[in-house]
C-alpha cells in the first residue's frame, strides 16, 4: 500500500508541476498586414480607415467575488460622399426658406410639380386689428369678419387673405433646402424626389480576435496591447495558433484530472490500510 501510495503521490506531484510551468502560447500575428494606433489610417480596397478608437474595459467581476476580465476594442471610421435622396408625397408640406410649402403633382405622366405657399392664416388675421381672429363659415362658404367705423362686414376668405406663391419645378431644376442644393430627380403621380450629394460615415467594429470584413478585404483582428491593433489576413496563421491554445488547455485538464484521481487513489488505499483484517 505505501508504494503504491508513493506511487500516486508522485504522479500527482509531477502532474501538479507541469500544469503550474506549463504556459499558454500567445495568439501572436506574425508580420501583421496594419499595425497601427488611434488616429493612425489604413487603405484597403482603395478606401481610407481611421482608427476613431481603441478603448479598454472591464467586464465581469462585481460584488460576488468574482474577476474581472479585460476586454479591448476599437472603431475604424470612412467618411466618403455618396448620393442622397428625399422623396415629397403629392399634397404633403415641405419647409423651405422657413416657409411652408405644399407639393402638388398634376397629370398621369408629370415631369414637373408645383410649390404652393402654405399661407398662415392665424397669425394674419392676428396682425390685422381690424379683423376677427377667427374664420366664420357660412353655408355658401368661408368668410372673415372685418370691423370698420363699427360696422361689420363679412369678406371671403378668397379676397382676404392674398394668393400664395407659386414655384414650378421640373426635374433637373435645382433648388435651396435645409442647407443644401437640392436637385428634382424624378417626378411621378405620387411623389417628387430630390438629391443631393452627402457626406455619411462608414463604422467598423473591431473586436479582440475578432473576424472583420474591411472593404471587400477580411482580416483578424489582434490587440498586443491597450493601444495597438494589429490587423493580418493570414487567418490560417491565427487558426493554427487557436489550435495550439486550445490543444495546450486539454493537456492542463487531463493534467489536472490526473492530479485529482491521483490523490482520491492514495486516499483510498490509506483508507483500506486501517480496514481490520477479518482473519
Not at 491554445?245 to 482520491?264: A, F, K, P
Request: charged residues 25%; hydrophobic residues 35%.
Amino acid at each position: 500500500m505505501a508504494v503504491y501510495a508513493t506511487l500516486f503521490i508522485l504522479i500527482a506531484g509531477v502532474a501538479g508541476v507541469l500544469t503550474a510551468t506549463a504556459e499558454s502560447p500567445e495568439i501572436a500575428l506574425e508580420n501583421p498586414d496594419f499595425e497601427v494606433s488611434e488616429g493612425d489610417t489604413i487603405d484597403v480596397d482603395d478606401r481610407t480607415y481611421t482608427v476613431a478608437s481603441i478603448s479598454e474595459t472591464e467586464e465581469g467581476g462585481g460584488g460576488h467575488g468574482g474577476s474581472a476580465t479585460t476586454v479591448i476594442s476599437g472603431t475604424l471610421e470612412r467618411e466618403f460622399q455618396t448620393q442622397m435622396s428625399e422623396a415629397w408625397a403629392n399634397e404633403s408640406t415641405v419647409t423651405i426658406d422657413d416657409t411652408e410649402w405644399r407639393v402638388e403633382i398634376s397629370g398621369e405622366d408629370p415631369s414637373s410639380f408645383t410649390l404652393v405657399e402654405v399661407l398662415d392664416r392665424q397669425a394674419i388675421l392676428e396682425s390685422d386689428d381690424a379683423a376677427d381672429n377667427e374664420t366664420v363659415t357660412r353655408d355658401d362658404g368661408e368668410y372673415v369678419a372685418v370691423t370698420e367705423d363699427g360696422e361689420t362686414t363679412l369678406v371671403p376668405v378668397e379676397e382676404y387673405f392674398p394668393a400664395p406663391d407659386e414655384r414650378s419645378l421640373s426635374t433637373g431644376d435645382s433648388i435651396d433646402y435645409q442647407d443644401r442644393t437640392v436637385t428634382v430627380d424624378e417626378v411621378t403621380t405620387g411623389q417628387a424626389v430630390v438629391v443631393w450629394e452627402g457626406t455619411q460615415t462608414e463604422t467598423i467594429d473591431v473586436g479582440q480576435e475578432s473576424m472583420v470584413t474591411i472593404g471587400e478585404t477580411e482580416f483578424v483582428a489582434h490587440y498586443p496591447d491597450a493601444s495597438t491593433l494589429t490587423l493580418s489576413t493570414d487567418i490560417a496563421a491565427y487558426e493554427a495558433q487557436v489550435d495550439q491554445q486550445e490543444q495546450h488547455q486539454r493537456y492542463n485538464n487531463g493534467l489536472t484530472r490526473v492530479i485529482v484521481l491521483s490523490i482520491l487513489s492514495t486516499l483510498l488505499l490509506a483508507a483500506t490500510a486501517f480496514v481490520p483484517s477479518r482473519y
